[in-house]
């Protein structure tokens, strides 16, 4: 099987969002790392190659500091991968991007099954993934939670509702399939495939070379500290302090212990 | 007049409350974007869609076989086939796990730009001015659509439900449906069995910050019994294995409201807020000061649960 895993290197987000110019965060207190969902996507993807043979190719469009996290999948035991490293294109809207993804894909060829994680952590839109299924005229299927496939090419799968419900519902490959997180155990890196990782093939693409345009269909306007309706009233002090406080405020004022 | 368009959501014959959100939010906008209010829904027969129309003016039923159940492929047909032949701008869908898997496609169909979860729609100069969430809720974001179409999707429970009373009609659109190619076979529940933390007065919901299954146990855990409550969890808890699916409290496990929810290193992610904001009192402990959850917590505490629980627990 010829397998791609769409990944995007996204920021911790635990880390401090200091907004610069109303339009962007500054990075230098940010550190990166690969997109949770995309990291079990990864992983599900390695686990049908171990299954089935074939191989599992990267495809990111992130700036050049994305190569590091590509890397990371490669020294899980991804072969190859192609990175479009593009300003403009980096710009664009999910629309932007999923085409560029579409092409770098359709430059691949011969491609059985895609996979994405379901959303990325940082912008949470959840449509890329989608929209390279249409693009690709292909079937998808959205927050997948469990992967059954004897050949590679029929799928039965788990797309996860609310409430602790799962559909499941077949299709035919090649498609696309959205990866939940908790589908499995993604893989650390060994220190061989570490080294291996550094060998391995990254093509450098742009924009131009994929053959796609930057126009976006949606315009961002800014970004800001959102204000909240109600905020909690915070106890302070050491530990001690403030465990006395709690005490206090849940047994006489709220009275709920 | 041209139209915007509420998809309707709707599960074993009943419509979601995302539904009736969204035709709140269309009722409130379409007007200053010179449009009319109006729903679709698609199913087997007409019964939701006259149900649908106690909420807003106008509603399209797609009443067929082919969309009985949900499929993105019957869906993005049948709107693509409302839109083109109902003169509609925009549409409107929830974003739900239906939602996620319909809007990119929506969007891709109908040639239109696309803004998602979004949280607040506001008309600026005959525009719609779309806000999100970004960084797990810790900056926002507005955005606008360029295209003359445009599909935007809103988070559950941003706006309240729309009133009843609208008395609208109900128009019949037939769509001649092509291929369907993901076949549904079952829904299945996959937290069945295990514990019914729904019930507990007291509930501690542990998070990531937790570490690991060990510390969650000793912390968590021992605390929940001390207090005579349940213990629970977000959705990395349960991803790790720390603890039974049946204890995931959020939008893809349990909802919960009990007199008392202590959320200790839990981030405040839309997805867990969902299943406990409805709690009386919400304690949160978390050493990022800027973390979410003090949005919504009664009281917060800034510092390492590690330190602080075992001291609160030691004076219960």
Redesign the interface.
Known sequence: MKIVVCLKQVPDMESKFKIVDDKKVDEAQIAFKINDFDNYAVEAALQLKEKHGGEVVIVSVGPNRAAKDIRQAFAMGADWGIHVADDAILAGDSFVIANTLAKAVESIGGVDLIMTGVQSEDLQAGVTGVMVADLLNMPHCTNVVKIETADGKAYTLNRELEGGLNEVLELTGPAVLSIQSGINEPRYPTLPGIMKAKKKQLDVKTGADLGVSADSRVDFIKMFIPVADSMAEILEGAPEEVADKLVDKLKNVAKVI | MAKLLVIAEH?DGKLSEGTLELCRIAKEVAPGLGLEPAAAVFAKDDALAKEVANYIPEVFSVADGAVELYT??GYSQAIKAVVESQDVKGVLLA????G??????V???ID??????CNKAEVDGGKL?LT????????????????DKFVVSFEKGAYDPAESGAGGAVTAVSVSFGDI????????????GGVDITNAR?IVGGGRGLKDGDKFKEVVISLAQK?GGEYAGS??V??SGWIE??R?VG?????VAP??YLALGV?GAVQHVAGMKGS?????VNK?P?API???????????LF??I???S???
């Not at chain 2, 974003?95 to 239906?98: E, F, G, L, Q, S």
């Not at chain 2, 239109?112 to 979860?117: E, P, T």
């Not at chain 2, 939008?251 to 909802?255: A, E, I, L, P, W």
């Not at chain 2, 009386?280 to 949160?284: Q, W, Y």
């Open positions: 599960r993105a492929d974003h739900t796990y239906d996620v898997d319909l809007a990119g496609k969007a891709m169909a239109a730009g696309i803004v998602s979860n001015v999100r969430n970004i960084y797990n809720g810790k900056l926002q974001e507005t955005k606008s659509i360029k295209t190619r993901t076949k549904v076979k079952e829904v299945i529940e996959t937290s069945a007291v207090l959705r990395p349960i991803d699916a049946s995931q939008q893809s496990g349990k909802t007199d008392l981030s009386k009192c919400i304690v949160a990022d800027e003090f949005n919504i917590a009664t009281y917060g505490i800034v510092g390492d330190e602080v075992p001291a609160f030691a004076k219960l």
